[in-house]
């Protein structure tokens, strides 16, 4: 009866504290690796000096670089059982670098960085007990412990281990079966075994905690206070003070304590089977517990928690079973998504947001695209419903009175404070794309065609004209108005300008070289100081520098720091440090500074719409998706934020891949070196798939070059003689990290050999010159047509890839240009366009791993075969990477494009390859896209646009299984700016295909 009352009374203050935390904001977190881990089951985690996560996953140990898992084996195995090290069920990162591994049935095995090589520390010990947990002494001895094999203290200078097993001794290990191991901050081991927790104290064990006596110890924690937390296999607590005092906290409906962890001071996290507790470090309140909820896309992707690790900067990894791994960033966050509400009827139960409008007393009025409007408090929870039977709204203003102004297809509705409709005024404009409350009471419409005014008092609005006395016809975008009255306005026609009290808009023209750079405007804004900024369709972001006798100079900051091609985002706000923004990039004027804002930072509002944002009164700033609201704390956020720490993971030489770590120092190629190839790692960032990183060769390139995003490896090609310098960095400012190399001539490309040569031909032709005129010139004519072959022979060697007879780069580079002007003068005629097909080998890397270099080598040099049994022999089959390839079908129908996907794919994996390790059966995923992307507007998209939207159908297909292909045949429509809005939210609203 008292066991149940005890838990009774447990249950019911675990019940209070979970109403009290209700309302603390939930932490996100981060898929990371997904399709990656075999049955999304991970057991340890351990995070190395160079930043490396390793993660125990069911098939094994791997590391974790930024993009991808690469599985590590045991060295010296002759099968793949044999290299195989199972189930590792604890890690242990060293401070020298090592990594120790706690198997299931080998004891300890180690990895070391120096060779990159995984060892077992005793090999010859045969069949050996779980290793559980594993700990590193002042000394740099690794403790491990398991189940039924004791303690044992590895010494890894000299190999030497001592062994402690359980007895009936005093000053004994209570029980053999352990399952946690800490050395604290004083150097003091403590032990968690099934029959409690006990702490090492000179040669003896002494038992320091009775409450959990009996009780299965299975994780510890040093909290930064110093304290120690202990909990069990029953889901017991207990706090331990340096002091000697104990706080007890009782078994929680969550289940067993499986790991501890305090990733930021005072709070500490508690794993159990159930989810994760939230809890004060110091009394153990219950702040938060935090469980799967499917309708969280960033909550917890499982309940079943097994291990929480703190990295160097202060992240939290969580793993688990059938959780897989997550990340979450204890900082701050200066983005966060307002997702769909779990309530069917609510007007964001699907929060596809295409208007908002934040009103002065503190709401939010949120319109979607089913019609209803969602009103908020300041929180962004539903605060009240919203007005009935309007329709579908697309731009809201608020007057200074309170009225309320809804925009919609050819009529503006009025509404009172309270949302009450007081009248309708039809215009003939279409659909309503913003709206403006001036100073002088009038009600400013840009719509779909034309800007229209509805004046204070006036019964229906009216068309602007323009100051030729034509009709200010066509899109209208934006609106913004000047301090002086005057508004000026975006539209199709250009930009103009409407005095304030006049009656027609007049454009704003330029100095040559001083205008815009696109005259698409779409979007405005007059910041606190008074200046104008602007967005084009595709340059970017400019600001007015200069507007006097009617002429405007504008600075044109997309283009001048790289980033045009592309608008800034339309949705032009700023913040109080005077910096602009858009849902997709963020420019400081005082850094003179640009920053690409992506699903890595938290804009994961699927694709954002154009004309949906506002800014709350407290500064924060709110974007409208079709998959919610993205909200924006600016000043919390910083550039930084999303930047990859670079790591050089790895490198191969022609196809042999070789340790790193020696190679960092000064790496050289001999002569003849056809390939080097350079895996790089991005550390510390979630999502590192969707960022970027610059790199340069010195002697070779003339700039910095940027990378495709999540681009993991770079090669160079047939490198001449020479000293070179590879530097890599994650932006401009951030530091480098260079990579010397040196590649060795040949005998014949050293001076000497060239000088000796060039005496030696002089010599020769003095001499034949003099008696044998006749023979020199027939043997002169002879050379120069050898010569002639041999170079032509040495330029297709360049642009042939020497294992799998393919082009390489070098051709594509050298005759894309070419193909992209063919297809687009013809566009629209039969059989005219050039499609782009990615091809990647699935699995390729467990196969390296698994049958050898040799065999992957055999399959790459017989992939040739397949493409050309595919496609023709005018097609541009070109080796793009690795394992990837890429083929340029030239004057094809782009409606074929899938046929050509599935034949490739059923040719790839219907027959297997020879290899040395014997037959082996391969698949492709291929992703394709042609070009031009948009025939209404064939110079519109770029083929690296092309082959990037490519690359993502790709992706698509490799995350929907492998041994697929995704496509996109075209995108409709002329409006070049949504459709590239759309391809970079990664929602095109183009043709796509998919298959099998």
């Known amino acids: 009866m008292r066991g149940l009352i005890t838990k009774g009374c447990a249950a019911l203050l675990f019940a209070l504290g979970w109403v009290a935390a209700a309302q603390a904001v939930v932490p996100r977190f981060d898929r990371v690796a997904v399709d990656m881990i075999p049955r999304e089951a991970v057991a340890a985690l351990a995070q190395d000096r160079d930043g490396f996560l390793w993660v125990a996953t069911g098939d094994g140990v791997a590391r974790f670089d930024g993009l991808r898992l690469q599985p590590q084996e045991l060295t010296g195995g002759r099968t793949p059982v044999e290299r195989n090290l199972g189930w590792v069920r604890a890690l242990l990162a060293a401070r020298d670098g090592r990594v120790w591994m706690g198997t299931e049935d080998r004891g300890l095995a180690v990895y070391d960085p120096r060779d990159e090589k995984i060892r077992l520390a005793d090999p010859e010990a045969g069949q050996q007990p779980v290793l559980m947990a594993l700990a590193e002494d002042r000394d740099g001895a690794i403790w491990a412990g398991g189940l039924g094999g004791g303690l044992v203290r590895h010494d890894p200078a000299g190999g030497a281990a001592r062994h402690w097993h359980a007895g009936s001794a005093p000053g004994s290990l209570p029980d053999e079966r352990i399952q946690a191991l800490l050395v604290d901050r004083d150097g003091r081991l403590w032990v968690g075994n099934w029959a409690g927790l006990v702490r090492r104290v000179g040669e003896r064990f002494e038992p320091v905690a009775p409450e959990l006596a009996g009780r299965s110890v299975q994780a510890l924690l040093q909290a930064g206070d110093g304290a120690i937390w202990a909990g069990s296999a029953d889901g017991t607590l207990l706090r331990l003070d340096i002091d000697g005092r104990r706080l007890s ?28 507790e939230l809890r004060d470090a110091r009394s153990g309140a219950l702040q938060q517990w935090l469980r799967h909820r499917p309708l969280q896309p960033e909550g917890l992707a499982g309940d079943s928690i097994t291990a929480l690790l703190t990295d160097a900067r202060g992240v939290l990894w969580v793993a688990g079973l059938g959780l897989g791994l997550q990340r979450h960033d204890p900082k701050p966050r200066a983005l966060r998504v307002r997702g769909p509400d779990v309530d069917a009827a609510s007007p964001l139960a699907n929060p596809n947001v295409q208007a908002l409008l934040a009103r002065r007393n503190g709401q939010v009025w949120a319109a979607t695209d089913a019609g209803g409007i969602a009103v908020l408090d300041a929180g962004l929870e539903q605060a009240q419903p919203g007005p009935r039977h309007v329709g579908r709204v697309d731009a809201m203003a608020e007057g200074p009175d309170g009225r309320l102004w809804l925009g919609l297809p050819d009529a503006v509705h009025e509404l009172a404070a309270d949302g009450r409709t007081l009248r309708v005024h039809a215009h003939g404009g279409g659909r309503t794309r913003r709206l403006l409350v001036g100073r002088d009471g009038d009600v400013w419409i840009a719509a779909a065609d ?23 016809g066509g899109e209208v975008h934006a609106l913004a108005e000047a301090e002086d009255g005057a508004l000026w306005v975006a539209a199709s026609q250009g930009l103009l300008r409407l005095p304030r009290g006049a009656g027609a808009a007049e454009p704003v023209r330029s100095p040559p070289g001083e205008g815009l750079a696109n005259p698409v405007v779409i979007g405005l804004l007059f910041d606190r100081r008074g200046r104008l900024w602007l967005d084009t369709a595709v340059a970017g972001l400019h600001r007015l520098r200069g507007w006097q006798n009617g002429l405007a ?17 339309v949705n032009l706000l700023e913040d109080a440090r005077g910096r602009i923004w858009s849902q997709m990039q963020v420019y400081d004027p005082a850094a003179d500074r640009l920053d690409a804002l992506g699903a890595a930072d938290g804009v994961r509002i699927g694709m954002p719409w154009f004309f949906s944002y506002a800014q709350t009164a407290d500064g924060r700033m709110l974007f409208g998706g079709t998959r919610g609201i993205l909200e924006v704390q600016p000043e919390a956020w910083q550039p930084e934020q999303a930047r990859p720490t670079l790591r050089i993971a790895g490198h191969g030489i022609d196809g042999e891949r070789l340790a790193v770590q020696a190679a960092l120092a000064g790496l050289v190629l001999e002569p003849g070196t056809q390939r080097l190839l350079i895996d790089v790692a991005m550390l510390d960032v979630a999502m590192a798939e969707r960022l970027s990183y610059q790199y340069r060769v010195d002697g070779i390139d003339a700039g910095w070059l940027n990378s495709a995003p999540g681009q993991r490896q770079l090669s160079l090609l047939q490198p001449a003689p020479g000293d070179y310098r ?14 010397p190399l040196r590649v060795r001539p040949a005998w014949w490309q050293t001076r000497w050999a060239w000088a000796a040569a060039v005496l030696g031909l002089a010599g020769g032709f003095a001499l034949l010159l003099r008696g044998r005129t006749a023979h020199l010139l027939a043997r002169q004519r002879e050379l120069e047509a050898r010569v002639h072959e041999r170079t032509q022979a040495l330029e ?25 002007a063919a297809a687009r003068r013809r566009v629209g005629s039969a059989a005219a366009d050039l499609v782009f097909f990615l091809v990647d080998l699935d699995h390729f890397k467990l196969l390296n791993d698994t049958y050898g270099h040799a065999a992957g080598d055999a399959v790459l040099a017989q992939i040739r075969a397949r493409l050309c049994a595919v496609f023709r022999a005018g097609d541009a089959m070109v080796r793009w990477g690795g394992e990837e390839f890429l083929v340029a079908v030239r004057d094809s129908a782009r409606g074929h494009a899938p046929d050509l996907a599935e034949r490739l794919r059923q040719c790839v994996a219907g027959q297997p390859f020879d290899t040395p390790a014997g037959p082996l059966d391969m698949s492709c995923s291929v992703g394709f896209a042609a070009y031009p992307l948009m025939p209404a507007r064939s110079e519109a998209f770029g083929w690296q646009e092309v082959v990037g939207v490519a690359d993502a159908a790709l992706y698509a297909a490799k995350s929907a299984g492998r041994n697929r292909w995704r496509g996109v045949e075209r995108v409709d429509g002329d409006d070049a700016v949504a459709a590239r809005a759309a391809l970079a939210a990664g929602v095109p609203p183009a043709v796509w295909r998919a298959g099998p």
């Open 249 to 276: 906290l009782p078994p929680s409906p969550a289940g067993a304590v499986t790991a501890l962890a305090e990733p930021e001071p005072g709070l500490l996290w508690v794993g159990r089977e159930g989810g994760i």
């Open 450 to 472: 034309g800007l229209w005014r509805l004046a204070p008092g006036a019964a229906a609005p009216t068309r602007v004209a323009c100051a030729d006395g034509g009709v200010l």
């Open 553 to 569: 100079r504008f600075d044109r900051i997309g283009e001048r720091l790289g980033a045009g091609g592309r608008p800034f985002g």
């Open 726 to 739: 590879l530097r890599l960095r994650a932006g401009p400012d951030a530091p480098e990290l260079q990579l």
């Open 796 to 820: 297709e060697a360049s642009l042939t890839d020497p294992l799998t007879g393919l082009r390489n780069r070098r051709y594509l580079l050298e005759h894309i240009e070419a193909d992209c």
